[in-house]
């Protein structure tokens, strides 16, 4: 069952991370659990997610919360624009030298920029806070737009491979993309997102 958490106390003990021009992102707290599992409990988020259970609960929501709080491989943060959360992005570290980016939006908030937005945020702190010399991402090849999110943020394509979705229960060709230190130092004049301590 799921209590009724004090948003203000849980979300004074974990300050904002990065903002830039629109956005703020912070590390998800119980707190979030409840707009996070109605923005996740979309068939159209999980299908170009590739971790996403569909349907998605509260209890989802919970568990993924309790598994990034501990101290890991995975550094992930919660998209919020207007004090309103609108999805997640995250880097993944646990395969030494083949770091991944991974983010979504509610459906709600596909359109508005906030992905490209958010997703050189989180390359900024990626850069800026680890030595690794390339991050990589993919995007299902049916779903353009998580494309051209990647190639704005200079990614350079590198192939295709087949990943699994949990949603879809199987795997499917995935557009793979790979973004090296210099060309993030070339193009960094593309934000002004900066750290919040």
């Not at 990589?136 to 999110?149: L, Q």
């Not at 229960?169 to 900066?194: H, Y």
């Amino acid at each position: 069952m799921l209590q009724d958490f004090s948003s203000v106390t849980l979300r004074e003990a974990r300050p904002s991370v990065v903002a830039t021009e629109r956005l703020t992102l912070r590390r998800p707290t119980l707190a979030d659990v409840r707009t996070i599992a109605r923005l996740a409990n979309d068939r159209r988020v999980a299908e170009n997610t590739r971790r996403l259970p569909h349907p998605y609960s509260q209890d989802d929501a919970v568990e993924f919360i309790r598994a990034t709080s501990e101290l890991g491989s995975e550094t992930v943060f919660l998209i919020e624009h207007d004090s309103g959360p609108v999805g997640m992005v995250g880097i993944d570290c646990s395969k030494p030298g083949n770091a991944e980016l991974g983010y979504w939006l509610g459906v709600e908030h596909w359109g508005q920029g906030f992905a490209t937005e958010a997703a050189r945020g989180a390359i900024d702190f990626f850069f800026e806070e680890y030595e690794d010399d390339h991050l990589h991402a993919g995007a299902r090849v049916t779903n353009p737009a998580s494309r051209k999110v990647l190639e704005k943020c200079g990614f350079q394509w590198s192939g295709v491979q087949l990943h699994r979705f949990l949603a879809l229960g199987s795997s499917t060709p995935v557009d793979c993309f790979r973004l090296s230190r210099g060309v993030w130092a070339s193009l960094k004049s593309w934000s002004s997102a900066r750290r919040v301590r």
